[in-house]
């Protein structure tokens, strides 16, 4: 079946680069810590690929540490920087809408005697005025997401960073990446953050790979996976070669592929829908791919039953299963989403292939979804 895929935020579709690296990578089936031939040709696709991501990130290639997941890579930073800066302070700001990978790993540290301040991200943006009052005091680190998973907004690091600077806070800055990665013009978090997420399958690698920065400040930061000391000893584990290949070659292609087809798509979708009577949820800075809606009066899960039927495919802004319910929707809680629109709401996030013909169906698919308000 063909899909109309409007769900890149979830997972990318993989990128023709990314698939041909890692099929040479399988034909070097070499383990790379081996010191024969066929080690040493697996160790250079490991080298080059990256070279790549570091590039993307503009930093250094010894900086980047592979790993298998974004959230294994934040979970080795939060759980990390906990180890080496807990004895300097017991304070960890976040805020109130990251990843569960951040926010799980964060209420564990909690429950073991961290002070845990969540900054408001009400309406899309981080509070600053807030974040100022909180440095009043030393802070172990900080673990703030570049761009919201659901919302799509981009949330001001180099402010956070400028705030740091002015306080003369040794606070160590983390950043989950992951959604952010290579979608936000101009971004230059290394010169911003002290440590970075990132994963593949976002920008069109595969599932499976992940990577984290660790800058040049930071020397002491533990290994997540003790063994046989991969990774310059920072993720034992023989590498995911085919996986680290691919994710190199997409991140090369991305970062020389702009952003402007998705934008242009998203507006063309917001234009198509103006009069339809439904609410956009539009932060005052966001990703060019992500959009948020709501369609009043119609479950999210009612939506996307008919958009499945169609061969469309978008993903709730939250889950409509008995538990979720239940639990409801941090995030969307957090951008301040009243209970009626956070269970009617739909995420819809382009990708290069997405078309204008697509675009076009879709609307007509949410128009017709629109039509179900009971």
């Avoid at 399958?201 to 790979?209: N, S, Y």
């Avoid at 002491?220 to 584990?237: F, T």
């Avoid at 709401?345 to 879709?362: K, V």
Wanted: overall charge neutral.
């Amino acid at each position: 079946m063909a899909y109309l895929y409007f769900d890149s935020a979830a997972t990318a579709r993989p990128l023709p680069e990314a698939i041909d690296a890692a099929g040479r990578a399988y034909t070097e089936y070499g383990n790379p810590s081996s010191l024969h031939s066929a080690g040493l040709a697996a160790k250079r696709l490991v080298d080059t690929a990256r070279t790549q991501v570091a590039a993307a990130l503009h930093c250094k290639p010894e900086r980047i540490v592979f790993v298998s997941s974004g959230t294994e890579a934040n979970n080795q930073a939060i759980f990390g920087l906990a180890k080496i800066r807990g004895k300097r302070a017991k304070k960890i700001i976040t805020t109130d809408s990251e990843h569960p990978s951040v926010a799980e790993p964060i209420k564990a540290l909690e429950k073991e005697g961290f002070t845990v301040v969540r900054l408001s991200t009400k309406g899309g943006a981080l509070d600053l005025a807030q974040l100022e009052q909180e440095l009043q005091e030393p802070v172990a680190f900080l673990s703030i997401m570049r761009a919201n998973n659901e919302t799509g907004a981009v949330y001001d690091l180099p402010g956070v960073r400028k705030l740091l600077t002015k306080y003369g806070s040794d606070a160590i800055l983390h950043c989950d990446n992951v959604q952010g990665f290579l979608k936000i013009p101009g971004d230059r978090l290394g010169t911003v953050c002290d440590l970075i997420t990132v994963s593949a399958h976002k920008i069109g690698g595969f599932k499976g790979t992940g990577a984290l920065y660790i800058s040049e400040k930071i020397r002491n930061l533990p290994a997540h996976l003790s063994g046989g000391g991969q990774e310059n000893g920072m993720r034992s584990g023989t590498e995911n070669v085919p996986g680290i290949a691919a994710f190199g070659a997409a991140a090369e292609k991305t970062a020389s592929t702009g952003l402007s087809h998705t934008e242009l798509l998203r507006e063309k979708l917001l234009a198509g829908l103006e009069d339809s009577g439904l609410i956009f949820h539009i932060p005052p800075v966001h990703l060019p791919g992500i959009l948020h809606i709501s369609i009043p009066g119609v479950l999210s899960s009612w939506a996307l039953n008919l958009l499945s039927a169609k061969g469309i495919c978008v993903s709730a802004g939250s889950a409509c299963s008995a538990k979720e319910k239940k639990k409801g929707n941090p995030v969307l809680s957090a951008y301040g989403l009243p209970a009626s629109e956070i269970e009617t709401s739909l995420r819809i996030s382009f990708d290069i292939w997405n078309t204008e013909e697509e675009c076009a169906q879709l609307c007509e698919a949410l128009r017709e979804c629109a039509k179900l308000k009971r």
